[in-house]
């Protein structure tokens, strides 16, 4: 039997996700939580009695990143499901890369969250949904130009709504400069303005 921990600080989430779990009886849940410093504490001291966690990352009180992070670290394992409603590749992402064993939107499906419960293998737990966004995004990146470093720098600076010249105060760069940079980019990105330059920006996830 899968021992599990739920960490949500939505009452009417928390609630909807026992009631799917405790449908089959190859789960046990051994704690709810809606703080994610209690989570972790509990956890921590009972790390040998938990197979899975079921973990929000946005949380009032704590870093729910940070906290997936930290269990990876103390007990490998552990598996960490993200139920979240961030479909950000960039946060999919991060999740992975901060140690979670998978990654499902807060509108997966009872199936697909049985089945990331009760799953046995060794890969990566994923919704539809996020398997699409994933894909998106790998395939994007491959498409992506090849901006230089500074480039890069320079257009997130335009994205934050920078000008020219505060853009040169900040990269010690002279206006002459930066403005190269913006025409270097906006001709890899086939973009005509800073409209298409926004939209191009998203589609790449830079």
Do not use: W
Not at 101 to 128: D, F, H, M, W
Not at 134 to 152: H, V
Not at 158 to 175: M, P, R, W, Y
């Amino acid at each position: 039997m899968k021992k599990i921990v739920i960490v949500e600080d939505h009452p009417i989430v928390l609630e909807g996700l026992k009631q799917l779990i405790t449908t089959t009886n190859e789960v046990h849940i051994v704690g709810c939580f809606y703080s994610g410093k209690e989570a972790q504490q509990f956890i921590i001291q009972n790390q040998t009695n938990i197979d899975i966690v079921l973990l929000d990352i946005s949380l009032p009180d704590a870093d729910g990143m940070q906290i997936c992070k930290e269990i990876r670290s103390i007990n490998s394992s552990i598996k960490i499901i993200i139920i979240s409603n961030h479909n950000e590749a960039s946060i999919i992402f991060k999740a992975i890369q901060n140690g979670a064993n998978g990654y499902l939107l807060k509108n997966a499906t009872p199936t697909e969250l049985r089945n990331a419960i009760l799953n046995q293998q060794n890969k990566l737990i994923v919704s539809t949904e996020v398997e699409n966004i994933i894909t998106k995004a790998e395939s994007q990146a491959q498409k992506l130009p090849a901006l230089t470093k500074r480039e890069i720098q320079v257009l997130q600076k335009v994205l934050e709504g920078k000008t020219s010249a505060q853009i040169a105060d900040e990269l010690f760069l002279s206006s002459l400069t930066v403005d190269t940079h913006r025409k270097n980019f906006m001709q890899k990105l086939q973009v005509k303005n800073i409209i298409e330059l926004i939209a191009a920006a998203k589609d790449y996830n830079l």
